[in-house]
C-alpha cells in the first residue's frame, strides 16, 4: 500500500517549485494529501497567476482523483493525527514564519500540526525555504528543524546540468524532493561526472 504524501503550501516565494511537484505526483497518482494555506494561495495568484483551487487543479493536469483537499484552519482533519500513516510531507515552498512555528512546535494550523505529527511519528518533513539573505533567526530555526528530524532543501537550483529554460531549474529541485520522498520518478537530468 502506498502511503499519501502530505503537501503544504505556505506563503513563501516558489510557486512554480509546488505546481511542478504537484503536477508530477498527481499524473503518476501518488496519493497526496494537500494543505494550501491563505497566503500559499495568494502566492499561487500572485506568481503562477492561479487564482483558484480549480485553477490549480487545471495547472496540474486536471486529474486529481490521487489528491485529497485539506483546509488549513481544520485542526482536526485526517493529518493532524500520528495514527493516520503518510509517506512524509512536504511543505513547499516554505515560509519562514512557517519554519519558526513548527521548530517551536506551536500547531496553530493544520499545516503546523501536520508538521508537527511527521517529526514526532518520525516520519520524512521536507521543507522548501525561498529566502535570501538568511537572518541568524533563520538559520537558528532551520537548525532547529533539522535537529528535529527534518530535511531542509533550500529553493536554490544547481547549474552543472547548464540549464536552459527557468522549467530545468524547478525541476532541479523538484528532482530533489522526489529522491528525498523515496519516489522514483525522474524529472530532471543527473550529474554524470566531469565533462571535457
Given at each position: 500500500m502506498t502511503y499519501p504524501?502530505?503537501?503544504?503550501?505556505?506563503?513563501?516565494?516558489?510557486?512554480?517549485?509546488?505546481?511542478?511537484?504537484l503536477d508530477v505526483l498527481a499524473r503518476q497518482r501518488v496519493p497526496v494529501w494537500l494543505i494550501p494555506s491563505e497566503y500559499g494561495m495568494r502566492l499561487l495568484r500572485e506568481e503562477s497567476n492561479i487564482k483558484s483551487l480549480d485553477g490549480l487543479k487545471e495547472a496540474t493536469g486536471g486529474d486529481w482523483s490521487s489528491v485529497e483537499l485539506f483546509a488549513d484552519d481544520d485542526r482536526g482533519a485526517k493529518p493532524a493525527s500520528g495514527s493516520q500513516r503518510t509517506s512524509g510531507m512536504v511543505v513547499c515552498p516554505c515560509s519562514m514564519g512557517t519554519v519558526a512555528a513548527i521548530a517551536s512546535g506551536t500547531s496553530r494550523s493544520l499545516i503546523e500540526r501536520a508538521?508537527?505529527?511527521?517529526?514526532?511519528?518520525?516520519?520524512?518533513?521536507?521543507?522548501?525555504?525561498?529566502?535570501?539573505?538568511?537572518?541568524?533567526?533563520?538559520?537558528?530555526?532551520?537548525?532547529?528543524?533539522?535537529?528535529?528530524?527534518?530535511?531542509?532543501?533550500?529553493a536554490a537550483p544547481g547549474f552543472y546540468h547548464r540549464p536552459t529554460k527557468i522549467s530545468e531549474l524547478v525541476d532541479f529541485i523538484v528532482q530533489r524532493v522526489l529522491d528525498q520522498l523515496g519516489i522514483d520518478i525522474e524529472v530532471a537530468r543527473r550529474w554524470e561526472g566531469d565533462r571535457k
Open positions: 504524501v502530505v503537501l503544504a503550501i505556505t506563503g513563501a516565494s516558489g510557486a512554480p517549485y509546488v505546481v511542478r511537484l508538521a508537527d505529527v511527521t517529526l514526532k511519528e518520525r516520519r520524512r518533513l521536507i521543507l522548501v525555504p525561498r529566502e535570501t539573505p538568511l537572518s541568524l533567526v533563520h538559520l537558528r530555526n532551520l537548525t532547529a528543524v533539522t535537529e528535529a528530524g527534518a530535511v531542509v532543501i533550500p
